[in-house]
């Protein structure tokens, strides 16, 4: 009964933007926390950012400044802003809901703590 659906990824050169968005559809919950992840070709799939209902945010390292999480309530849909974009983003970005309304320390990037997932919608970023 819940979907999650991204949108907005695409193929783009370096130092280009890109914005991506998530909305969650049959979720009663909808104070979760919410994030991006990606997973890279053969990669494992890592944490992008993540942010509460109350939008506190939390960025990996490697995109930080970079990109910008933010997030409509009333929607229910959430945006990853990416600007200075580099071919090592290429990857495919999920949006996911977590099971909780935050998370401690570093957990907000344990895949684990998401309940739902959407499909993924692929972002290339070529040289």
């Known amino acids: 009964q819940v979907h999650v659906v991204e949108s907005g990824g695409g193929s783009v050169q370096a130092r280009e933007s890109l914005t991506l968005s998530c909305t969650v559809s049959?979720?009663?919950?909808?104070?979760?926390?919410m994030a991006w992840f990606r997973r890279a070709d053969g990669a494992p799939r890592e944490g992008v950012s993540e942010i509460t209902y109350d939008k506190e945010t939390h960025y990996a390292n490697s995109v930080r400044d970079r990109f910008t999480i933010s997030r409509d309530n009333a929607k229910s849909t959430i945006y990853l802003e990416m600007s200075s974009l580099k071919p090592e983003d290429t990857a495919t970005y999920y949006c996911a809901v977590s099971r909780h309304r935050s998370h401690l320390g570093s957990s907000w990037s344990d895949s684990e703590n998401y309940r739902y997932w959407g499909q993924g919608t692929p972002v290339t970023v070529s040289p």
């Open positions: 049959g979720l009663t919950d909808n104070d979760r926390a």
